[in-house]
Nanobody
Framework: DVQLQASGGGLVQAGGSLRLSCAAS????????IGWFRQAPGKERERVSC????????SYADSVKGRFTISSVYANNTVYLQMDSLKPEDTAVYYC????????????????WGQGTLVTVSS
């Protein structure tokens, strides 16, 4: 069975940091792109960051560039999202998703999705 287990969310003050984890199993991790998405209350889901394990290419949404860092650890099939300098507008449920190949696919094309983890940033 394919599983994506997102964890690491919580409550943090503005300016603080959190590290989200996405533990993957059931597929060939090295062939897949892993994306982080978020959905704030009343808003559409948006892509935050993505890493393509096959070629190492990384992308970030403009809103998080310079504050968030995505990384992939093959030893434990886990993708991390280090979130620094958090802002109240980063408050959302964060999801990780996987798709074979690159990060150029559209959101709806991501094949596997994990459950969300809630990040709340207080002002």
């Amino acid at each position: 069975d394919v599983q994506l287990q997102a964890s690491g969310g919580g409550l943090v003050q503005a300016g603080g940091s959190l590290r989200l984890s996405c533990a993957a199993s059931g597929f060939r991790f090295s062939d897949y792109a892993i994306g982080w998405f978020r959905q704030a209350p009343g808003k559409e889901r948006e892509r935050v960051s993505c890493i393509a394990n096959a070629d190492g290419r990384i992308s970030y949404a403009d809103s998080v560039k310079g504050r968030f860092t995505i990384s992939s650890v093959y030893a434990n099939n886990t993708v991390y999202l280090q979130m620094d300098s958090l802002k109240p507008e980063d408050t959302a449920v964060y999801y990780c998703a996987a798709d074979w190949g690159t990060c150029t696919v559209q959101e709806y094309e991501f094949e596997f999705w994990g459950q969300g983890t809630l990040v709340t940033v207080s002002s």
